[in-house]
């Protein structure tokens, strides 16, 4: 996988906007990395945050790394 994320979860947080990209990218790659920016919220908030998301795009959560988190999600389009 690649290194670097393939999303970013900027200050305005879980957007609407950033919900759609996300489904998009998970779409098309099955795999996305997120990274959230730095804030001061704690690591519960966190993970309560990266919980919240995965279940919203009906995704797998593989795996939190300090403000990384990959989500997995088989492709609709690839299983027909």
């Known amino acids: 996988m690649n290194k670097k ?3 970013y979860l900027g200050k305005n947080g ?5 919900i759609n990209e996300l489904n998009r990218c998970l ?5 996305v ?6 804030r001061n919220q ?3 908030a966190q993970e309560q945050l990266v919980n919240e998301i995965a279940r919203e ?3 797998e959560l593989i795996d939190i790394r300090g403000r990384t988190f990959i989500l997995y999600k088989p492709s609709e389009e ?3």
């Open 42 to 44: 704690s690591h519960e």
């Open 33 to 38: 990395k997120i990274k959230i920016q730095k």
């Open 14 to 18: 879980k957007t609407t906007q950033f």
């Open 27 to 31: 779409e098309n790659r099955e795999i």
């Open 78 to 80: 690839k299983n027909k």
């Open 57 to 59: 795009v009906e995704a």
């Open 5 to 7: 994320p393939n999303l």
